[in-house]
């Protein structure tokens, strides 16, 4: 069975920073591209970032770029989003996702493109 489980949110202040962890197990996490979404109460789930599962190329949405770095850790079966800068608009639910789906070279950033989602933990940024 496969389980994505994230943690290190929590309520911050603007400017300040938190790094969120996910946790895979039951599936081979180095074969995986992985994602980080978010999603804001009344709004549609955003693409924030992702990473190849070579850690090759990551890609960051917009609104994070220059604040926000994903890394890997194949070995602990972790992915890290790093959350410097933090804003009150980056207060949401943080999800991350796994795409199993082969080897791609450029990761997704499409939720649909996930086949395997963690239970979310809240990011709430205080001004």
């Known amino acids: 069975q496969v389980q994505l489980v994230e943690s290190g949110g929590g309520l911050v202040q603007v400017g300040e920073s938190l790094r969120l962890s996910c946790a895979a197990s039951?599936?081979?996490?180095?074969?995986?591209?992985m994602g980080w979404f978010r999603q804001a109460p009344g709004k549609e789930r955003e693409f924030v970032g992702a990473?190849?599962?070579?850690?090759?190329?990551?890609l960051y949405a917009d609104s994070v770029k220059g604040r926000f770095t994903i890394s890997r850790d194949n070995a602990k079966s972790t992915v890290y989003l790093q959350m410097n800068s933090l804003k009150p608009e980056d207060t949401a639910a943080y999800y991350c996702?796994?795409?199993?789906?082969?080897?791609?070279?450029?990761?997704?950033?499409?939720?649909?493109?996930?086949?395997?989602w963690g239970q979310g933990t809240q990011v709430t940024v205080s001004s």
């Open positions: 996702a796994a795409d199993s789906k082969g080897l791609r070279v450029v990761p997704m950033t499409a939720p649909d493109e996930y086949q395997y």
């Open positions: 039951g599936l081979t996490l180095s074969s995986c591209a």
């Open positions: 990473i190849s599962w070579n850690s090759y190329i990551t």
